[in-house]
């Protein structure tokens, strides 16, 4: 695996896979890389792409107020892991390089799709996450782009951006990697107190009672978040941000009784640590 810092180096090394016949996979990651990464990366790699991680801690996503400076980095095990997994190329760049010139330029995805959920708690997010996968679609021009369906609202904000833009590739959605215990893997587990993490996965515990209800012919948006909520509540240290479901793809009100595709989200804090969680309620 080859390991680029800049941008001329990693368009050099596109270019020369992509002379040889190569298609380009593109693994965007913000690091402290887990076997939630792992699956998207050895996704990528099994398809037979040429497969570029990329290793960046991106401040524009990041309120000031938010855990920018503490977000666990750890350069040398997400070496070990991204190669083990299959990459070609692991792409580090510095946050100069991602952010030339004095003033940013925004990508910014409108509607409720990125006013909901996160955009609701925050609002800066999900500009800084479509800036900066456009840049690196930009930059690395990848035939296949993977994306974790843990971050489910990221998946149909960029989906939005992808079809609006014209970008020219195909976003593949990899689904939720979970500890044996059903908690959802995430580099912010580490900040977990040992009483936390024990707490923790009463989060997935409540999605599986949303979907038993949903299996049982339950249709009511309000009656599954307010069933979620109760079970949430049993734990004392979870403090609940947001538990919403909104219909796919856009993210708007259900419709009652539900139909369709539909986004069951949640976010609770566990002391500073916020977690997420979310899943698919629908009619197979
Ligand atoms: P992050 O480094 O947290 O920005 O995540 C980079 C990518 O990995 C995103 O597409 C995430 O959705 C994905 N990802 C993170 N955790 C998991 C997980 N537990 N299962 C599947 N994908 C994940």
């Known amino acids: 695996m080859i390991i ?41 790699a099994e398809h037979g792409d040429f497969t570029v991680v990329s290793v960046f801690v991106n401040p524009t996503q990041f309120a000031p107020t938010e855990d920018l400076d503490q977000y666990p980095r750890n350069l040398e095990s997400d070496i070990c892991l991204a190669q083990n997994c299959g990459a070609k190329v692991l792409f580090h760049p510095t946050a100069a390089q991602m952010y030339p010139g004095a003033a940013p330029t925004w990508v910014e995805a409108m509607g409720s799709v990125t006013q909901v959920l996160c955009g609701q708690s925050r609002p800066i997010h999900f500009r800084g996450v479509t800036t900066v996968v456009a840049k690196l679609f930009n930059i690395v021009k990848p035939d296949y782009a993977y994306f974790g369906q843990k971050d489910a609202q990221q998946v149909q904000v960029l989906k939005k951006m992808v079809q609006d833009l014209f970008f020219d590739l195909e976003l593949v959605v990899v689904p939720i990697v979970r500890e044996p215990d059903g908690l959802a893997k995430s580099s912010r587990n ?86 997420i969680d979310n899943i698919v309620l629908e009619d197979k």
């Open 190 to 275: 580490v900040y977990l107190s040992p009483e936390q993490r024990a707490a923790a996965p009463i989060l997935h515990d409540s999605l599986v009672l949303a979907q038993q209800q949903w299996a049982e012919g339950l249709r009511n948006a309000a009656e599954l978040e307010q069933a979620v909520t109760a079970k949430i509540q049993t734990s004392p240290l979870a403090k609940i941000d947001y538990v919403k479901i909104y219909a796919l793809p856009e993210l708007t009100e259900c419709t009652q009784p539900m139909q369709g595709a539909n986004l069951l989200a949640l976010a609770v804090y566990f002391g500073n640590t916020r977690l």
């Open 4 to 44: 680029c810092t800049t941008i001329d180096q990693l368009r050099n090394q596109v270019r020369e896979a992509r002379t040889q016949g190569a298609k380009i996979g593109l693994v965007p990651t913000m690091g402290a890389l887990h076997e939630g990464h792992g699956a998207l990366i050895r996704t990528s």
